[in-house]
């Protein structure tokens, strides 16, 4: 009934720039938190960013003042602005939204795949 489509992922150079975006559809009625989670290989999946229905923020302390995670509520639209990359940023990118149909419930994206190179 909701679909999270990634999409800007890709591979780049130690100390660039990436923009993922991440767009829900389907029978919504509201989104409430919206986020960024992230997978290396061999690692728990861990929060990247997060953002609420009314724009306050909540960042891991690894991309702070490298990332920045924001939302188009009228495109049901999160971003990710990802500045400054490094190696260890390489992982699977998930996107995922509290979504309310007739109940609130969480969806995750499929994921996208982000390489960082030195």
């Known amino acids: 009934q909701v679909q999270l489509v990634e999409s800007g992922g890709g591979l780049v150079q130690a100390g660039g720039s990436l923009r993922l975006s991440c767009a829900a559809s389907?029978?919504?009625?509201?989104?409430?938190?919206m986020g960024w989670y992230r997978q290396a290989p061999g690692n728990q999946r861990e929060l990247v960013a997060a953002i609420s229905s009314g724009g306050s923020t909540n960042y891991a302390d690894s991309v702070k003042g490298r990332f920045t995670v924001s939302r188009d509520n009228s495109k049901n639209t999160v971003y990710l602005q990802m500045n400054g990359l490094k190696p260890e940023d390489t992982a699977v990118y998930y996107c995922n939204a509290d979504v309310v149909i007739f109940s609130r419930k969480t969806y995750w994206g499929q994921g996208t795949q982000v390489t960082v190179h030195s």
């Open positions: 389907g029978r919504i009625l509201s989104i409430h938190d």
